[in-house]
């Protein structure tokens, strides 16, 4: 029921910035996470950002000072803000919710957007 779309990726050069978008529709529990993913080839898949129901947020050490997650609540949209870009930041980026319940835990994700970081 719940799907999330994801836009805003491209081609940057070092010290750029990109703003990625994750707009969801859907229901979504009272307690969740949503989170953004990366994955560059050859390596598993990071959490580099996520932001709780309540708006705690944590990062990566990787992306600390340079990404920063924020959400507006009234458009159901994630956003990461991504400043000083370098290209070990070059990935695949997936917007995902996460639901807690007692019982459970369920993963919600985007289709990924693309961003790549080059000279």
């Known amino acids: 029921q719940v799907q999330l779309v994801e836009s805003g990726g491209g081609l940057v050069q070092p010290g750029g910035s990109l703003r990625l978008s994750c707009e969801a529709s859907?229901?979504?529990?009272?307690?969740?996470?949503m989170n953004w993913y990366r994955q560059a080839p050859g390596k598993e898949r990071e959490l580099v950002a996520l932001?709780?129901?309540?708006?705690?947020?944590n990062y990566a050490d990787s992306v600390k000072g340079r990404l920063t997650i924020s959400r507006d609540n009234a458009k159901n949209t994630v956003y990461l803000q991504m400043n000083s870009l370098k290209p070990e930041d070059t990935a695949v980026y997936y917007c995902?919710?996460?639901?807690?319940?007692?019982?459970?835990?369920?993963?919600?994700w985007g289709q990924g957007t693309q961003v790549t970081v080059s000279s």
């Open positions: 995902n919710v996460r639901e807690l319940t007692i019982r459970t835990v369920t993963d919600h």
């Open positions: 859907g229901s979504i529990g009272s307690i969740f996470t």
């Open positions: 932001i709780t129901n309540i708006g705690v947020t």
